[in-house]
C-alpha cells in the first residue's frame, strides 16, 4: 500500500516535471515577449538589453533550470505585461474562475442527476427522450455562441442579468467571493450555466448509461425479490452505485471545466485565470503561461492521485493489483 | 431508442456483417430521429463532398469578390438579392457558397483529426496493454498528461509552436494541420484505454493461450481478435467524437486559432458573424450557425444511437 | 427575426429585478486593452498615457482640440535659442501631500531617461536640466529644437521625496525581482487620485479634492474596467451598465445610436493607417518573382496604388467612419495637407502600369496584417487582397495577433515581410516625427528609419527631414515639409489609405469631450 503510494506519488512529480518541460520549451517559440514590453518607438538596443536582461539569451538549459527552480518556490517571475509578481496575478484571479468552475459543477450535477436517473428509469417515455435529444443542443453550438446569445438575450434585449464582470465581491480573509452579494450572484448566472451545459450533457448521459447497467444487475433483480419497494431499490441500491463512477468522473473533469472556462472568461470579461491566460497568449507573456499551464497541470495531477488513492482505499482488488504491479 | 433490452453485442467472432445483420438494422428502422439524422448527416456529406460543384459561387476566389457587394442580406429580405440567396458577409462572399465550403473544410478537419486520434490510439492501446509493464505505465502516464490538456490548451500551444517554428508559412497552409493535430492529440486517449482494457480482458483467454501454444504470433492474435470486438465502441466513440471536433475548432476560430478569414471554415464563419450580431447584419452569424448545430446535432444523435443500438455497457 | 428565434429560450424570469443603477456620480467605463502598470514610464501606449494622464501631470498639457497649455509649469520662454526657461506653477500638492517643486521636475527628466523608461525619446540624451531656484527650471539644448515640449503633455511628474523613500527610482522592469511600490500605486499632481487598482481588471478613481486647477466635473468615483471582447462590451453599454465604452465597433454605431439610452461618439483619430512594400531587397522574401523585387519598380507601387478603391473600403468595411489620406499624417496635424490628392482608383491604369513594368500576369506577394491593433484591420486586409486579385495580383494574406505580427515585422524581426499594413501617429503630433520614423533611409539593423519597413530610402528626404528640424520659422518649415511629402507621395514611398476614426460609446446622460489622440480625459465629464 506504502510502496503503491510512493511509486504514485513519484510518478505524478514526474508527471508534472514533464508539464513543465512541455510549457517551457513550447513558449521558446510563440513569440518576441519584447515587442510586448515596449511601445512601438523603443529602440533595438534598448530591446536587446532587455532581451539580456530577462535571461532570454540564456541556454535553454539554464533558462529551465532557472523556471523550475522558481517554481518550486511558487515564483514565476514577473509578468512581461504588467511588472507584477505572477504568482500574485494568479492568486489574485484563482477565486474568480474557482467559483465559477465550481458552480457550473454544482449546477450540472444538480440538474444532470436527476434528469439522467430519470432518463434511465424511464427510458421510453417522451420526457426521457427529449432529455437525451435536448441536451444534445445545448452541446451543438460553439461555447462561445451560446454565451453571446445569452448576453444578447438576457443583457442587452432584457436586461435582467449583466453581461460582462463579476459584480461587487466581498473579502473573506484573502478570498474575494462574489456568493455573498446580490450583483455578485447575478453575474455568476449567464456565465456558469453557459460553461455548465457541457457538463451537464456529460453527467446526465453516463447517470443514464449507468442506471441502465444497475438496473440490469443481479444485485438489483435479487433487491426486487426481496420485495423492497421500487423507490427503495431505484434510489437506495440503483442510484448509490451509480454514484462512485460518476464523482470520478466529475471530479476528473474539474481540471477541464477550469480550462474550458477560457472561452467563457472571454465572452463574458470574467476576471478569472483563463482570461489572464488568453491575455498572455496574444501578448507573449511567457510567465504567465507558464504559471497557468503549472497550475492546471498540478490541480489535474492532484486530482488524480487522490481520486487513485481512494480507489484503492475502498476498492481491495486494486490493492492487490497494486502489490501485483510491484 | 431502440429495442427495450436491446442484447448486448458480444460477438466474439466478430465480424461486420453479423452485427450490421441484426440488431443494428433493427433498431435503426425503429427509430425515426435516427433515421432523419443520418439523412441530414448524409446530406451533408454530399454538400461537402460537391461543394465545388454545386456552389453558385467560389468564395475562395478573391478576384471574384466585390466589396460592394458585401452585406448583402438574404433574397427574402428587403434589399436582398437572387444572386446570394442567404446574403453576403462582410467581404461580398456568397453566404450560401461560404457555407458550403466551410462545411466542407470543418467536415474534413473533423474527419482528420478523429482519424489520427484513432490510429494513435488503438497503437498505443494495443502496445500498452499487449506488452504491458513499463511501456504500459509510460503510455498511461502519457495519456494523464495529455488528459491535463484540453484541446483548446493543447491548439493555443500548438498554434504557437508552429508559427514559431515556421514563420514563412502562412495560416492557410498551417491551420489545416495545426487544428488536425491539436484536436487529435486530445481524443487518442480514450481509444487508447478503451482497447487496452480489451486487450487486457483477451489475453487471458484460453484462445489466445491455445494459439500460442501452436505457435500464432501473439501480435498477430491481439490484433486479428482484438481489433473486432472493440469496432463497436470505437466507432461510437468516434462518432462522438467527430461531432466534438467541429465544435472544437469552431471554438478555436473564437480564440484565433482557426483558419484564416479567406478560407473560413463554420466556424471561422460564425466568429466574423459575431462582429455583426448587434449591427442587425445577423445572417452572417445565424445560417453558418444553425448549419454547424443541424450536422453537430445529426453526428450526436448518430452517436447516441449507436452507443445504445452496439452496446449499453460502453463507458 | 433574431427575437423569434430567442424567444422560447426566456425562462428565467424570476430572475428579473432589473440591473441595480450606478448613483448619479459614479462613472464607470470600459476599454479593450488593460492598465499594463501605474509606473507612468514603464509603457508608452495610448491607453496607459492617456489614463495616467488623469493621476499625473506634465509640465503642459493638452486641451480638448489638442492645444498645448500651461499645467505643471505656468510659463516658458526660450532666453537663448538653446536654452529655455521653465516657471513652475506655486501650492500644487501631490496626492500625498508632498510639495511639487524643481527638485520633481529634475528627478523626472532623469528617471524618464533612465534605464528601463519607454518615454526616454521625450528628452533628448544631451539636453540638460538645471534648477535655477524652487519654481524655476532651465533647460540647455544642444541645438535649437522648436518642437521641444511637444510630447511633455505625456511626460508626467514623478515625486522625488516619495519615489525614494518608496524604492521607485528605477523604472519597474519585468526583470525587477518583486514588483515596487511605484507600479502598484500612484502619487501624481492630477484631478484624479487612483483608490485601489486590480492588475489587469479593473481601478477605481477618486477625485483629488485639493487640485491646482477648478474642476469641470461633477464626478464623486471613476470605475475602470477592461473588456476585451468588442461584442461584450457594447452589450455592457447598451444595456446601462457602463457610462462609456470604447472603442466601438464601425458596425455597430448605428445600433448604439438606435438605442435611445446611448449615443455614440465619433470623431477623427490621427492615427494614419497605411500599405508599405519592401523596397530594400533585390529579391522579396515572399513572392513567386525570384532575382529581382518588382516593388523596386516605381509602376508596380504605382498600379498596387490604383487597384485599391479607398471609397469601397471607405463605405463597407470602415462604414464612413476614416477620412481617406493622400499623405502619412492627418490633416489636422500639417496645415497644408490639403495641397495634396489621392492618385484615383483606376483598374485599367493599374493594369497598364503592371503590364509595362513586365507583370502583366501579375504576380504573388504576401502581405502581413495585424488582426487585433486598428479598426477592422483584417477586413481591410482582405479587401485589399481582393482588389489587388482583380489585377492579377494574388495576395497570400499573413493575419496575426499584434503580438507575433509587430514581432516579424519590426527590426527584432529582422523586417521579414514583403508587403504590410501598418498604422503611425506621430507622438508629437508632428510631420518631422513621419519624416523620421517612417521615411528615412534606414541600414539593415533598422539604424536610422527604424519603422521604414520596407527600407524606403531617397537622401533628399533624409537632408529635408534634418532642415526641418532646426527650423524655427513655422511657415518656412510647413514649406520643407511639404518638399519632403512631395517627394515621398510621388515614388509611392507607402500608400496612405486613411485615418481611422474614433469611436466612443456613451450613455445619454453622460457630456464628455472626445480627443483626436484617443486620450479619455476624466476632468471633462459631466453625468446629469
Partial sequence: MLAFMIRRFLQSILVMLVVALISFLLFRFVGDPVDQMVGIETSIDQRDALRQQLGLNDPVLVQFFHFIAGALRFDFGISYQFKQPVAAMIAERFPATLELSLLSVVIAIVAGIPMGVYAGLKRDSWLSRMFMTVSLVGISLPPFLVGILFIFVFSVQLQWLPSFGRGETVLIGFWPTG????????????????LALFQLTLIMRLVRSEMLEVLRTDYIKFARARGLSRRAVNFGHALKNTLVPVMTITGLQLGSVIAFAIITETVFSWPGMGLLFLQAVQNVDIPIMAAYLMLIGFLFVLINLIVDLLYVAVDPRIRIDARQAN | MSKASSIPVKAEQGAIARFLASDIVYS????????????????YFLMALFAPLIAPHDPFDLASLNLLDSLTPPMWEEGGVAQFPLGTDDQGRDLLSAIMYGSRISLAVGFASVAFAAILGISLGLLSGYVGGTLDSVIMRIADIQMTFPSILIALLIDGTVSGLLPQASREDTAFGVLTLSIGLSFWVQYARTVRSSVLIEKEREY???????????????????????????????????????????????????????EPSLGALINIGNNFLFSGEWWITIFPGVTLAVLVLSVNLLGDWLRDALNPKLR | MKKRVLRPVLLAAALATGLSSASAETFKFAFQGTLKSLDPYSLNETFTLGFLGNVYEGLTRRDGDLNIQPALAESWEAVEPTRWRFKLRQGVKFHNGNDFNADDVIFSADRVRSEGSDLIKRIGADVKFEKVDDYTVDVILSSPNPILHYEWDTWPIVDKEWAEANNSVKVTSASDEAATKISLEANGTGPFKIVSHNVGVSTVLEPNADWWDSAKHNLTRVEFTTIASPATRVAALLSGELDLVYPVPVQDIKRVNDNAATSALTGPELRTIFLGFDQMRDELIYSNIKGKNPFKDIRVRQAFYKAIDIEAIKSKVMRNLATPSAIMISPFLYSRAGDFTRMAYDLDGAKALLAEAGYADGFEVSMDCPNDRYVNDEAICQAVAAMLAKVGITINLNAQPKAKYFAKVLASGGFDTSFFMLGWTPGSLDSWNILDNLEACRDEAGVGGAFNLGGYCNPKVDAL????LVENDPAKRDELIKQAFEITTSEVSHIPLHQQGLAWGISSNVELVQRADNQFMMYHVNKK
Fill in chain 1, 179 to 194: 456568493f455573498l452579494t446580490q450583483s455578485g450572484l447575478k453575474a455568476l448566472i449567464l456565465p456558469s450555466i453557459t
Fill in chain 2, 28 to 43: 435503426f428502422s425503429r427509430s425515426k430521429l435516427t433515421m432523419l439524422a443520418a439523412a441530414i448527416t448524409l446530406f
Fill in chain 2, 208 to 262: 489466445v493461450q491455445a494459439a500460442r501454444l501452436i505457435g500464432l504470433r501473439p501480435l498477430t492474435i491481439m490484433v486479428r481478435h482484438v481489433l473486432p470486438n472493440v469496432l463497436g465502441p470505437v466507432l461510437v466513440i468516434a462518432t462522438i467524437n467527430l461531432a466534438l471536433a467541429i465544435i472544437t475548432e469552431a471554438t478555436l476560430s473564437f480564440l484565433g486559432v482557426g483558419f484564416p478569414l479567406t
Fill in chain 3, 465 to 468: 527631414k534634418d532642415l526641418i
